[in-house]
Every structure is written in structure tokens, then in C-alpha cells.
T-cell receptor, first 113, second 112 residues
Framework: AQSVTQLGSHVSVSEGALVLLRCNYS??????LFWYVQYPNQGLQLLLK??????LVKGINGFEAEFKKSETSFHLTKPSAHMSDAAEYFC???????????FGTGTRLLVSP | EADIYQTPRYLVIGTGKKITLECSQT?????MYWYQQDPGMELHLIHY???????EKGDLSSESTVSRIRTEHFPLTLESARPSHTSQYLC???????????FGQGTRLTVV
């Protein structure tokens, strides 16, 4: 069965600092991987997706993620945090795409001035 | 504009009442999903549908039921609400041309 593990339920950074949110996946086949963001009292918004093309994926709001098969990882990064980045972030996997997503437990990003 | 809509956004209801949470999408997607989100943020798939007249239970057991009579509509029903049903319910859809799911704004249900 496919699953994702997000390390750290909370991550705190200062404004302007590097953001690194970790996600490791478990899949028996090359997966499709996603990062979503959720702001308070909102649904989930897609940040970026990996679909077996380029291993470095760029998304919205300056975020990017790198697919590393050898490490079974898909960590999310942003060079410089902004106060508006404070939100919940979810990593998700779909075994072959076009199927139901399995989500990680989420990471709350806190950004301090 | 293509989108996915959930109504109501917030609902406070008494124990034992029957409720229906509405979800509609205008993107022509064949697949639709209901997720339950606990206060601790984790999302659990409770129902999904890959097309009209097709519904399946998800990974988390739920007392709710769903129907898919029309492609664009995927309502969720609780016959008798209980305080344990208090949660946020998120509807999503996906199509055959891209693998990601698109989410509605969610319905925050409180059963008192």
C-alpha cells in the first residue's frame, strides 16, 4: 500500500529563512506525488506535483520540491519564507495517478517576524 | 469559471438530525471524493466515486452515505447526526487529463 510520512508536525522559521518540509513516500511503483497547502478554514490548494517528468518540480508561491528515488523523498523547499506562507502543508501520493490520493499527517508552518 | 462548491460552509445541528452536505463541481470530472479532517489536521478518505452510479467506501469507516446520480453532484448524508460526527468534511474531484485532485472549501460540521 502507498503511504507518505511527513516528519515534524510543526516547523518554525523566521521570515526570510529557508523553508524545508520533509516528506517520504512508500510505493511499490513509481508514484505521483503532490504538495498541497491549506489556509485556515479553507480547502486544500495544489502547490506542485511530480508526475515522473523532471525530478525538480517548481510550484506556485516560490515553492519547489525534488523527487529523490534513492531516498524515497519529496521534500518541499522555499528559499525565503514570507509571513503569508504560514499554513498547513500536506504531502500526498497516488500510486499511478488518476486515483485517490493518500495524504500525510500534515505539517504546520509557523513564520515569525 | 470551473470550480468545486460545498454547501453549507458551516453547520451546527442537534443530535439525531438528518443532514446532507452538498458538493458540486463544474469541471466535468469523473472522480469525486469525500475526506474527513480531524482537528489535528489529518485527512481521511471516507468515500469516493469513479463515475455515475459508482460509489465506494474509503479507508476510514464512516456512518455517512453518498450517492452519485449526476456527474457533477456528490452529496454526503448522515441519517442521524451524533457529536462524534463533528469534523470538517472536504470534497474533491479529479479528471482523466491530470492526476491531481481539486478541493472545495469544506464544510465544518458541529453536532451538539
Amino acid at each position: 500500500a502507498q503511504s507518505v510520512t511527513q516528519l515534524g508536525s510543526h516547523v518554525s522559521v523566521s521570515e526570510g529563512a529557508l523553508v524545508l518540509l520533509r516528506c517520504n513516500y512508500s510505493s511499490s511503483v513509481p508514484p505521483y506525488l503532490f504538495w498541497y497547502v491549506q489556509y485556515p478554514n479553507q480547502g486544500l490548494q495544489l502547490l506542485l506535483k511530480y508526475t515522473s517528468a523532471a525530478t525538480l518540480v517548481k510550484g506556485i508561491n516560490g515553492f519547489e520540491a525534488e523527487f529523490k528515488k534513492s531516498e524515497t523523498s519529496f521534500h518541499l523547499t522555499k528559499p525565503s519564507a514570507h509571513m503569508s506562507d504560514a499554513a498547513e502543508y500536506f504531502c500526498a501520493v497516488s500510486p499511478t495517478g488518476f486515483q485517490k490520493l493518500v495524504f500525510g499527517t500534515g505539517t504546520r508552518l509557523l513564520v515569525s517576524p | 469559471e470551473a470550480d468545486i462548491y460545498q454547501t453549507p460552509r458551516y453547520l451546527v445541528i442537534g443530535t439525531g438530525k438528518k443532514i446532507t452536505l452538498e458538493c458540486s463541481q463544474t469541471m466535468g470530472h469523473d472522480k469525486m471524493y469525500w475526506y474527513q479532517q480531524d482537528p489535528g489536521m489529518e485527512l481521511h478518505l471516507i468515500h469516493y466515486s469513479y463515475g455515475v452510479n459508482s460509489t465506494e467506501k474509503g479507508d476510514l469507516s464512516s456512518e455517512s452515505t453518498v450517492s452519485r446520480i449526476r456527474t457533477e453532484h456528490f452529496p454526503l448524508t448522515l441519517e442521524s447526526a451524533r457529536p462524534s460526527h463533528t469534523s470538517q468534511y472536504l470534497c474533491a474531484s479529479s479528471g482523466s487529463d491530470s492526476p491531481e485532485a481539486f478541493f472545495g472549501q469544506g464544510t465544518r460540521l458541529t453536532v451538539v
